[in-house]
């Protein structure tokens, strides 16, 4: 069994294809978790504890965890995910050469699946691509709004646009059913586009909850012919409830919302 079986089956148990983003901002964690001795593990764990019945992953963000506390909070997080029956996405968009990436792959040892950028070519993502238990999610048109001063880039002699020979390229790359693409729901255009290019891989689709992108796109081409993919929000869920004193439960009522709304569309 690999990453995306799994990920079928969660998506199967729970209904829903909702990932929760896990980025614990230090200036945006309530009061009650500042003085922990981990405050962003133990914010996570609440969030976990009032979300895990309607996601299907996780993903933690790297950027928030980069110090020392940090990657023991991290640690923490994932094992705390799995104990619930929830894998996790280490959304660290990495992508290097020779042993600098084999030392970023190891990451998946403890983690489920990874974000990496293409950009430095195949070789790069190889130490990703061979761990064939773990899901690899490829940057191919993101949410951003500065992501077309490259992603939409006119290729000569290609026909398409930069992130759509992304796409094939990762198809090409899938020979372990272990990739995926990072396709945001911020234009639903582009998002249709990368799906009839690649019917068959999964998406990570951000961009549905602060940034505002097309929920209903994200559903229709997020999902790949078995009906396996993701659709992520991080900061319209976690910090739903920031200025409440029950902000675990509201980020988990805004975590059923998400999972409703976009289950109209599934």
Known sequence: MGFFDDLAARIDATDSVVCVGLDPDPDRL??????????????????????????????????????????????????YAHGKGVPVIVDAKRGDIGNTARQYADILDYADAITVNPYLGRDSLQPFLSRTDAGVFVLCRTSNSGGKDFQNLELAGFDEYLYEHVARRASEWNENDNVGLVVGATSTDELERVRDTVPDLPFLVPGVGAQGGDAEAAVEFGLNENGVGL????????????????????????????????????
Do not use: M
């Not at 133990?42 to 506390?69: G, L, M, Q, V």
């Not at 992520?232 to 059923?256: L, M």
């Open 30 to 79: 309530p009061d009650d978790v500042r003085e922990k001795e981990l405050p962003r593990w133990a914010f996570n764990r609440r969030i976990i504890d009032a979300t895990h019945e309607h996601a299907a992953c996780y993903k933690p963000n790297a950027a928030f965890y980069e110090d020392s506390e940090g990657w023991r909070s991290l640690r923490e997080t994932v094992a």
């Open 231 to 266: 659709v992520n929000s991080t900061r319209g869920i976690i910090f739903a409830g920031e200025d409440s004193e029950e902000w675990a439960a509201a980020a988990g009522q805004a975590a059923k919302r998400l999972k409703d709304r976009l289950n109209q569309y599934r």
